[in-house]
């Protein structure tokens, strides 16, 4: 499907986008707007799932990190659902291991914000036109990943079995703040702690996770339901 159509009773995708930054959801959706038709907007991973229920759009543009319901999480939900939406991971989560598990989920593109704006239309039209689209960020890393199981600059890969790990209320209470991308600051304003002690809490977890950067503290904790699930 041609994402500058000249005719116009061709019809045009309908999208969703879903991000809880919002200047940046602003700033997508006049983009998308002059290629798509946008159908919504949401700011946390429930209204995601409850507004795609209801409007089956074409294509469904989220962040991972997200209040509620983390973006993968609300994917996977909609997949068993039956949900034949599109799905596009737009995230500042630049670790292959973590775009690998986002394909597993049923997406097919995955690209960061950092390059939003150069790559989201040439993604769109690739995914509309029934293609996968991998930003190239990030593309010779998820190779080495899915080849050798890990990629060597993203440290050891994380369990994949069940958490042997138990973690107490006000641990994962950090880790799902953490997950929707919260600051050490945030998180301690939001739970009456100091930030130091949110920290301390987040090292914690990652020393026992055996996880090297935050984003492979959130990848596990998404792929065990550890937060939001």
Request: hydrophobic fraction near 45%.
């Amino acid at each position: 499907m041609s994402l500058h159509p000249s005719d116009m009773s061709e019809i045009i995708p309908t999208v969703l986008l879903a991000d809880d930054h919002a200047i940046f959801t602003e700033a997508l959706g006049a983009l998308l707007q002059q290629h798509f038709q946008l159908v919504g907007t949401v700011a946390n991973g429930e209204d995601l799932v409850e507004l795609a229920r209801r409007l089956q759009p074409d294509v469904i543009v989220t962040d991972i990190s997200m209040p509620r319901l983390n973006g993968l999480n609300a994917i996977r939900r909609l997949r068993e659902e039956g949900c034949q939406s599109k799905f596009v991971v737009l995230t500042m989560h630049l670790e292959p291991e973590l775009a690998a598990e986002a394909f597993r989920a049923g997406v097919c593109g995955y690209l960061l914000k950092q390059s939003a704006c150069k790559e989201l239309l040439i993604a769109m039209d690739e995914i509309c036109a029934g293609r996968l689209y991998l930003t190239p960020l990030i593309a010779k890393d998820l190779i080495a990943t899915l080849l050798q199981g890990q990629s060597p600059a993203c440290g050891p890969k994380l369990p994949m079995g069940e958490p042997s790990i138990r973690l107490s209320p006000r641990q994962k209470q950090v880790l799902e703040l953490v997950a929707e991308g919260r600051t050490m600051k945030e998180v301690g304003n939001l739970l009456h702690i100091s930030s130091r002690t949110a920290e301390a809490h987040k090292y914690e977890m990652m020393q026992a996770l055996g996880a090297k950067t935050t984003a492979q503290l959130v990848q596990y904790a998404i792929r065990h339901g550890l937060v939001h699930a």
